[in-house]
Protein backbone atom coordinates (compact mmCIF):
# COMPACT_ATOMS: atom_id res chain seq x y z
CA UNK A 1 0.00 0.00 0.00
CA UNK A 2 1.49 3.46 -0.93
CA UNK A 3 2.23 5.55 2.16
CA UNK A 4 2.77 2.85 4.62
CA UNK A 5 6.48 2.39 6.26
CA UNK A 6 6.95 -0.97 6.51
CA UNK A 7 9.41 -0.89 9.11
CA UNK A 8 6.23 1.05 10.85
CA UNK A 9 4.14 -1.62 10.43
CA UNK A 10 6.17 -4.31 11.41
CA UNK A 11 7.47 -2.51 14.00
CA UNK A 12 3.74 -1.71 15.48
CA UNK A 13 2.81 -5.64 15.12
CA UNK A 14 5.82 -6.82 16.91
CA UNK A 15 5.75 -4.51 19.71
CA UNK A 16 2.19 -4.25 20.63
CA UNK A 17 -0.07 -6.63 17.83
CA UNK A 18 2.00 -10.03 19.07
CA UNK A 19 2.29 -9.28 22.81
CA UNK A 20 -1.99 -8.56 23.05
CA UNK A 21 -2.56 -11.56 21.53
CA UNK A 22 -0.25 -13.24 23.84
CA UNK A 23 -2.38 -11.83 26.63
CA UNK A 24 -5.35 -12.51 25.44
CA UNK A 25 -4.44 -16.18 24.93
CA UNK A 26 -3.27 -16.72 28.58
CA UNK A 27 -6.55 -15.28 29.69
CA UNK A 28 -8.70 -17.50 27.61
CA UNK A 29 -6.27 -20.15 29.20
CA UNK A 30 -6.61 -19.00 32.95
CA UNK A 31 -10.73 -18.47 32.40
CA UNK A 32 -10.45 -22.04 30.81
CA UNK A 33 -8.77 -22.89 34.10
CA UNK A 34 -10.32 -21.54 36.87
CA UNK A 35 -13.60 -22.65 38.82
CA UNK A 36 -16.45 -20.75 39.73
CA UNK A 37 -17.38 -20.05 43.41
CA UNK A 38 -19.85 -23.31 43.28
CA UNK A 39 -16.88 -25.27 41.85
CA UNK A 40 -14.75 -24.09 44.62
CA UNK A 41 -17.19 -24.92 47.15
CA UNK A 42 -17.17 -28.50 45.56
CA UNK A 43 -13.71 -29.11 45.95
CA UNK A 44 -13.42 -27.78 49.13
CA UNK A 45 -16.63 -30.36 50.80
CA UNK A 46 -14.38 -33.13 48.86
CA UNK A 47 -11.58 -32.23 50.23
CA UNK A 48 -13.06 -32.06 53.79
CA UNK A 49 -14.54 -35.62 53.10
CA UNK A 50 -11.14 -37.19 52.24
CA UNK A 51 -9.73 -35.47 55.26
CA UNK A 52 -12.26 -36.81 57.23
CA UNK A 53 -11.67 -40.08 56.08
CA UNK A 54 -7.85 -40.02 56.20
CA UNK A 55 -7.51 -40.13 52.34
CA UNK A 56 -5.31 -37.21 52.88
CA UNK A 57 -3.25 -37.34 49.33
CA UNK A 58 -6.99 -37.37 47.58
CA UNK A 59 -7.77 -34.37 50.53
CA UNK A 60 -4.75 -32.43 49.83
CA UNK A 61 -4.90 -32.72 46.00
CA UNK A 62 -8.56 -31.32 46.13
CA UNK A 63 -7.52 -28.30 48.79
CA UNK A 64 -5.06 -27.68 46.97
CA UNK A 65 -7.22 -26.71 44.00
CA UNK A 66 -9.21 -24.12 45.87
CA UNK A 67 -7.55 -21.22 45.14
CA UNK A 68 -10.21 -18.60 44.87
CA UNK A 69 -13.74 -17.80 47.16
CA UNK A 70 -15.00 -18.33 50.59
CA UNK A 71 -13.01 -21.41 51.63
CA UNK A 72 -9.22 -20.49 49.82
CA UNK A 73 -7.73 -19.47 53.04
CA UNK A 74 -9.42 -22.42 54.83
CA UNK A 75 -7.74 -25.05 51.82
CA UNK A 76 -4.50 -23.62 52.67
CA UNK A 77 -4.58 -24.19 56.23
CA UNK A 78 -5.74 -27.65 55.76
CA UNK A 79 -3.01 -28.22 53.25
CA UNK A 80 -0.32 -27.18 55.96
CA UNK A 81 -1.88 -29.37 58.27
CA UNK A 82 -1.97 -32.19 56.15
CA UNK A 83 1.94 -31.75 55.26
CA UNK A 84 2.66 -31.17 59.11
CA UNK A 85 0.74 -34.72 59.99
CA UNK A 86 2.64 -36.39 56.99
CA UNK A 87 6.26 -34.82 58.40
CA UNK A 88 5.13 -35.74 61.92
CA UNK A 89 4.18 -39.24 61.31
CA UNK A 90 7.07 -39.69 58.69
CA UNK A 91 10.10 -38.23 60.88
CA UNK A 92 8.55 -40.43 64.07
CA UNK A 93 8.31 -43.81 61.80
CA UNK A 94 11.76 -43.47 60.32
CA UNK A 95 12.90 -43.41 64.05
CA UNK A 96 11.05 -46.09 65.39
CA UNK A 97 12.52 -48.46 61.93
CA UNK A 98 15.63 -48.60 64.06
CA UNK A 99 16.08 -52.07 66.10
CA UNK A 100 15.49 -51.05 69.57
CA UNK A 101 19.39 -51.71 70.56
CA UNK A 102 19.89 -49.11 68.30
CA UNK A 103 17.54 -47.02 69.38
CA UNK A 104 18.72 -44.37 71.99
CA UNK A 105 16.20 -42.78 75.16
CA UNK A 106 16.67 -39.02 73.07
CA UNK A 107 15.76 -40.68 69.57
CA UNK A 108 12.99 -42.79 71.14
CA UNK A 109 11.01 -39.13 73.12
CA UNK A 110 11.73 -37.09 69.57
CA UNK A 111 9.48 -40.28 68.11
CA UNK A 112 7.06 -39.47 70.78
CA UNK A 113 6.88 -35.09 70.47
CA UNK A 114 6.42 -36.25 66.72
CA UNK A 115 3.46 -38.34 67.38
CA UNK A 116 2.18 -36.30 70.12
CA UNK A 117 2.35 -33.03 66.97
CA UNK A 118 0.26 -35.32 64.62
CA UNK A 119 -2.35 -36.44 66.95
CA UNK A 120 -2.62 -32.83 68.22
CA UNK A 121 -3.86 -32.38 64.17
CA UNK A 122 -5.68 -35.41 64.05
CA UNK A 123 -5.75 -38.11 66.16
CA UNK A 124 -7.75 -40.63 64.28
CA UNK A 125 -5.66 -39.76 61.40
CA UNK A 126 -3.81 -42.57 58.90
CA UNK A 127 -1.44 -44.71 60.60
CA UNK A 128 -3.24 -44.99 63.77
CA UNK A 129 -0.92 -42.63 65.48
CA UNK A 130 -2.14 -42.96 69.02
CA UNK A 131 -1.02 -46.85 69.05
CA UNK A 132 1.97 -45.74 67.54
CA UNK A 133 2.86 -43.02 70.25
CA UNK A 134 1.95 -45.67 73.16
CA UNK A 135 4.56 -48.42 71.44
CA UNK A 136 7.25 -45.66 71.13
CA UNK A 137 6.40 -44.98 74.67
CA UNK A 138 6.86 -48.87 75.63
CA UNK A 139 9.89 -48.72 73.71
CA UNK A 140 11.84 -45.82 75.30
CA UNK A 141 10.84 -47.48 78.97
CA UNK A 142 12.75 -50.54 77.13
CA UNK A 143 15.52 -48.30 76.40
CA UNK A 144 15.85 -46.41 79.75
CA UNK A 145 15.83 -49.89 81.50
CA UNK A 146 18.66 -51.45 79.15
CA UNK A 147 20.59 -48.19 79.48
CA UNK A 148 20.01 -48.33 83.33
CA UNK A 149 21.28 -51.86 83.41
CA UNK A 150 24.60 -51.27 81.66
CA UNK A 151 25.13 -48.00 83.58
CA UNK A 152 24.68 -49.97 86.84
CA UNK A 153 26.65 -52.89 85.72
CA UNK A 154 29.32 -50.47 84.53
CA UNK A 155 29.67 -48.91 88.15
CA UNK A 156 29.54 -52.04 89.75
CA UNK A 157 32.60 -53.11 87.93
CA UNK A 158 34.19 -49.67 88.81
CA UNK A 159 33.23 -50.07 92.52
CA UNK A 160 35.09 -53.82 92.26
CA UNK A 161 38.08 -53.05 90.25
CA UNK A 162 38.57 -49.82 93.15
CA UNK A 163 38.16 -51.72 95.77
CA UNK A 164 41.03 -54.19 94.94
CA UNK A 165 42.97 -51.27 93.89
CA UNK A 166 42.78 -51.50 90.60
CA UNK A 167 42.71 -48.17 89.85
CA UNK A 168 43.40 -47.38 86.28
CA UNK A 169 40.47 -50.40 85.76
CA UNK A 170 37.97 -48.55 87.66
CA UNK A 171 38.81 -45.26 85.37
CA UNK A 172 37.76 -47.09 82.13
CA UNK A 173 34.76 -48.47 83.41
CA UNK A 174 34.02 -44.98 84.41
CA UNK A 175 35.14 -43.42 81.06
CA UNK A 176 32.68 -45.88 78.95
Not at 38 to 45: I, P, T
Not at 67 to 90: C, F, L, P, R, W
Request: neutral net charge; glycine residues 4%.
Amino acid sequence: MPGLDHHWTENFLRRFVAPAALILCALSIFAAQSFSQADQDRLFSQGAKDYNANRFKEAQAEFEKVKSGTHAQEAADMVDKIKKYNEAMSMADEIMRRPEDELDPKSAESAIQEYNIAIGIKSDGPGNPPRKLSNAKSAKDRVVERVKGFLADLCTKATNAASKGKYAEAAEYARQ
